[in-house]
Structure formats: structure tokens, C-alpha cells
């Protein structure tokens, strides 16, 4: 059997920029003195005249990328979610938000899989945050190959979008003919009649493999990447509750204002369900590998199996 390919996220990112750029000469990448980690410095090498470095200052950069997008151009503002979210929040709203402005946030290194850099850096909160921002598309991508597509798709929108990407490399599992991305276009991944767990970003792939699991079990699990968080897609999230009736969310995020609120919101207006939802309970990250970290914190293939398996059989 073959090694199964792993790449993060952020280094679709960084390739997906240059492939949209060959095409469209308006595309400005912006940075906060974090090229190299973000991958923009893959977009700096093929279009140095278009990449700015504004240093170590996230709200003045998303000042200056609101700024080019009122002139017409398509700017990416790059830098930890963090620092995009976090630092830089009231510049998001104020002058990208409230203007509805076309910025497009490129933050990477979200999460507890950030690793060593510890709890300062894991930003578990920056989806509850840009949720609140009216007109904000979310976007989190599952795999390098949708990392790619999100960039394509996320500057054919006219609007403000935040793309969530990851430092982990991660299996890559949307590398087939049929994919298809669309921005509040739900995927299904996997067909189960007995509990549906909804995942977005790194969980996608650890939801796949206690599918695997639960299936030797007899429990047939449904699996759908919602890689768009906001919009949500509200027509996919009722039809797979109303077929298992069972709903499980997954996200390497805060249980607060994530994946799981939304579709608990969802859910709560249209189809009244209940709901497991498995993630960051309430909690800072903490220093350490991302693989023992993501296994710490219930994110992993085996921890989401025996998660589920008790909610199903409760």
C-alpha cells in the first residue's frame, strides 16, 4: 500500500496564490514579516513586485490592505491567525467588515497543531471571532488541495473572506477527479445511516479514520466536511440530521463559537437535534509536539472512534 501524501495547508496556501497571480495581475500579497512561515514567500519569488512586507504590524497591514482594495486590487493579508484574528480584530472590523471590503485574510498556523510555539500562539478562537463580523465568509480548508481551491475561490468573491490554514501536513484527501469546491457547499466524504459528524480543517481526515474504525464496529457513520463555516451549509447540515438523527462536530477549535455552535444554530431553528461536539473544551493550548497535542486534546483518529462510539451507544 502506498504512503498516503501529507503536505499542510498553508503551503496550498502559498501555491494557490502564485496560480491565481499567473492569472490575474490585480492580486497584492501582503505579509507581517512571516513569508517563510506563512508560504507567501512562494508567491514573493515568482511576483516579488507584488508581495509587501509590512512588518511586524497586523493592524496597520489590514489598514493597508483595505486601502488597496478600495483602488481596485485583490489583496491577501497573511500572518498567524493569531495576529490576523486576534491582534488585528478591530482593523478587521472596522475598516475591512464594515466597509465590506474585497481583503482576503490569509491565517495560518491556527490551533492547538501549531505545536511548540504554545498557548500564545495557538488561537483557538479566531473562528468564534470572525463568525461576528457581519458578512465575513469563513473558510477552512481540509487539505492542500482544497487550500488551493479556497485561494481560487475565495478571489472570485467580492467581499471579505477569512481562510483558516494549518503548519501540520496533513494526508491529502480530496486529490481525485470529482472535487469540486464551492464556497457554503458542504461535502460529503463518506455515506453512514447511524450518526453524521460534521468536521472542518485538520479533523476532517482524523473524522475519516474513526469512520474507518466505527464501521468495524457495525456503526455507519456519515461523514461531511464543512469547509465553509460561514455561510454554512444549512440545507446539507438538516438532510444528513434528519438521516441519522445522531449529529457529531469536530473542529481543532474552541467548542465556543466554532464549527459546533453553527450548527447547533442551525439545527436548533430548523431540525431540533442533539449534539456532541468535540474540540477545545474551554481551554488554552499548551507547548508541546502537534501530534501528541492533537491525541491530548480528542482530535485524533482514535480519540474521535471512541468519542463517537460512546455517543452512538449512550
Given amino acids: 500500500m502506498s504512503e498516503i501524501k501529507k503536505e499542510a495547508t498553508r503551503v496550498g496556501y502559498g501555491d494557490g496564490l502564485v496560480e491565481v497571480g499567473k492569472e490575474h495581475d490585480d492580486l497584492i500579497v501582503l505579509d507581517a514579516d512571516l513569508a517563510e512561515a506563512t508560504k507567501t514567500c512562494i508567491f514573493k519569488k515568482e511576483f516579488p513586485e507584488r508581495h509587501i512586507d509590512c ?57 492547538i497543531s501549531v505545536g511548540e510555539d504554545g498557548a500564545s500562539h495557538q488561537c483557538n478562537e479566531d473562528i468564534a471571532l470572525m463568525r461576528t463580523i457581519p458578512g465575513m465568509v469563513i473558510i477552512n480548508p481540509s487539505d492542500y488541495v482544497e487550500a488551493k481551491a479556497a485561494v481560487k475561490a475565495a478571489y472570485e468573491y467580492y467581499g471579505p473572506c477569512y481562510l483558516r490554514f494549518g503548519r501540520l501536513a496533513l494526508p491529502v484527501i480530496n486529490d481525485r477527479d470529482d472535487y469540486k469546491f464551492e464556497i457554503g457547499k458542504a461535502v460529503t466524504l463518506r455515506e453512514g445511516k447511524d450518526v453524521t459528524i460534521f468536521a472542518t480543517g485538520l479533523t476532517v481526515s482524523t473524522s475519516l479514520e474513526a469512520a474507518e474504525k466505527l464501521a468495524a464496529d457495525g456503526i455507519q457513520a456519515k461523514v461531511v466536511n464543512i469547509h465553509t463555516i460561514k455561510p454554512i451549509d444549512e440545507e446539507a447540515v438538516i438532510a444528513a440530521a434528519k438521516e441519522t438523527n445522531k449529529v457529531v462536530t469536530v473542529e481543532e477549535h474552541s467548542v465556543i463559537g466554532g464549527l459546533g455552535d453553527a450548527v447547533c444554530s442551525v439545527l436548533a431553528e430548523n431540525y431540533p437535534t442533539k449534539v456532541k461536539k468535540i474540540g477545545v473544551n474551554d481551554r488554552f493550548g499548551e507547548s508541546g509536539p502537534a501530534v501528541e497535542l492533537i491525541k491530548k486534546y480528542g482530535l485524533d483518529g482514535e480519540s474521535i472512534y471512541n468519542s463517537v462510539k460512546e455517543y452512538v451507544n449512550a
Wanted: zero cysteines; proline letters at 4%.
Fill in 55 to 111: 512588518g511586524i504590524a497586523e493592524s496597520n497591514m489590514m489598514g493597508v490592505a483595505a486601502g488597496l482594495a478600495t483602488t481596485g486590487k485583490v489583496p491577501f493579508a497573511s500572518s498567524f491567525a493569531m495576529f490576523s484574528a486576534g491582534r488585528a480584530f478591530e482593523q478587521v472590523r472596522n475598516s475591512i467588515g464594515y466597509p465590506h471590503l474585497n481583503v482576503k485574510i490569509g491565517a495560518t498556523h491556527a490551533g
